[in-house]
């Protein structure tokens, strides 16, 4: 636990402090432009460009090897892969443009093909004498063994400069999310505001290549807005909940593998992006599981509350045990389940509002009206208290519930 702490602290050499500090702005980058790709529905657009990549690492080793350079350089491995995945986002404009496909086939289509030559070249790169020591697999999963300084730097830096870039793009990438339509029709240019997303997905996708890889960086963009989602209906908390989720678990999943070199960094950041996930699935105040369930429950003691009364107004025997227990538990019902004063009362009142509402239809004649009616409203709640005393006028005096 001491080595948790002082990564945590970043305590744990120059290195290893840098790389906490770029997994964090790469995670805040990642987490802030996968809530636009979220919202426009396009989160697959950002797997495709993960995939994208790998032809343009293999490519990027191979000629700065045949130019007597280091293979290895982060920098120009970064290069190629923009480069590659650029070409495969024109490439899925392309076929959506001038093709019948959609844009889910096009996506599947260059994603697999991309795929499958960037794992051709990575075989390839294998029987190269300079190529057996290239450790190229990391971009797959991603890895922080043997990253040196200034790989860490390019990392730090570009997770800022990205994240600079979607706070000057937000709003415009906010409309077009929203409403493509409204958004051209106010002026934005649609097509070029899409590309500029994209472009913002490839270079978070870039940038986290040597730290999550190709195959888990999609779950960096993807995971945290869901994740946010489940806490706000606004979209700059959104962002800012994405954002936060996916710095905290960059921040802690790097310290994690600082301090336990055993464990891959990549995998780390993902899986505590999924255990914030599923805390906000569970426990999430409107949209989570639990507050799901707790509505469903509350409904349905409403339900059984309301039927109680009835039954006890119509002299009805009552079975059911939900329904005895909340009528006991209010001291409508005797042990014995015999309605008390306060029962009785109650019932009278629970079947007088029945005969209430259907004069209140007959009166207005209202559709509206009728639809707010689901046997669980209170009158008092839609019609006035002359309305009221005009419908008890026509009915005549209140009849009581038998003892």
């Known amino acids: 636990m001491d080595a948790l702490f002082q990564a945590l602290l970043l305590q744990s050499g120059y290195n290893a402090a840098l790389v906490a500090v770029g997994a964090t702005f790469l995670g805040i980058a990642?987490?802030?432009?996968?809530t636009f790709m979220f919202l426009r529905k396009?989160?697959?657009?950002s797997d495709?460009?993960?995939?994208?990549?790998?032809?343009?690492v293999g490519l990027a080793f191979i000629i700065m090897v045949l130019l007597g350079g280091d293979g290895r350089n982060l920098a120009g491995l970064l290069i190629g892969s923009a480069l590659s995945s650029l070409l495969g986002l024109f490439l899925i404009e392309w076929i959506v443009r001038r093709t019948r496909l959609y844009e889910d086939s096009a996506i599947g289509a260059v994603l697999s093909v991309f795929f499958g030559f960037g794992i051709v070249l990575l075989t390839v790169i294998q029987t190269m004498s300079a190529g057996r020591q290239a450790g190229l697999q990391s971009?797959?999963?991603?890895?922080?063994?043997?990253?040196?300084?200034?790989?860490?730097v390019i990392i730090a830096v570009g997770g800022v400069v990205a994240l600079g870039l979607i706070f000057l793009l937000r709003r415009p990438m906010t409309v077009v999310a929203f409403d493509a339509d409204f958004a051209a029709s106010s002026g934005l240019n649609v097509r070029r505001t899409d590309l500029l997303m994209m472009g913002l997905v490839m270079a978070v996708t870039v940038i986290g290549l040597k730290l999550v890889g190709l195959i888990l960086i999609v779950a960096l963009l993807i995971i945290p807005p869901v994740t946010g989602r489940f806490w706000t209906e606004r979209t700059d908390r959104l962002m800012l909940i994405a954002g936060?989720?996916?710095g905290l678990a960059g921040y802690v999943g790097a310290s994690l593998s600082a301090a336990y070199p055993a464990l891959p960094t990549g995998p780390v950041i993902v899986?505590?992006?999924f255990g914030m996930f599923a805390v906000s699935l569970l426990l999430a105040p409107q949209r989570g599981v639990l507050a799901a369930l707790l509505r469903r429950r509350r409904f349905?003691?409403?339900?059984?509350?309301?039927?109680?009364?009835?039954?006890?107004?119509?002299g009805e025997p009552i079975y059911d045990r939900l329904t005895i227990s909340v009528l006991k538990k209010d001291g409508l019902i005797r042990a014995d389940g015999v309605a008390t004063e306060a029962g009785r009362a109650q019932a009278a009142k629970a079947l007088r509002d029945e005969t209430r509402w259907d004069i209140a239809r007959q009166i207005h004649q209202d559709e509206a009206?009728?639809?707010?009616y689901d046997g669980l409203t209170q009158i008092e709640d839609v019609l006035t208290l002359d309305e009221i005393a005009e419908i008890d006028r026509r009915i005549g005096p209140p009849v009581g519930v038998p003892a």
């Open 42 to 45: 396009r989160a697959l657009v």
């Open 30 to 34: 990642a987490g802030s432009v996968g």
């Open 271 to 273: 899986l505590l992006c």
């Open 139 to 152: 971009f797959l999963l991603g890895s922080t063994a043997g990253m040196l300084f200034v790989d860490a």
């Open 300 to 314: 349905q003691i409403r339900v059984h509350y309301r039927q109680g009364l009835l039954a006890l107004a119509r």
């Open 244 to 246: 936060g989720t996916g």
């Open 48 to 56: 495709a460009v993960a995939h994208a990549t790998l032809p343009g």
């Open 369 to 372: 009206l009728s639809a707010r």
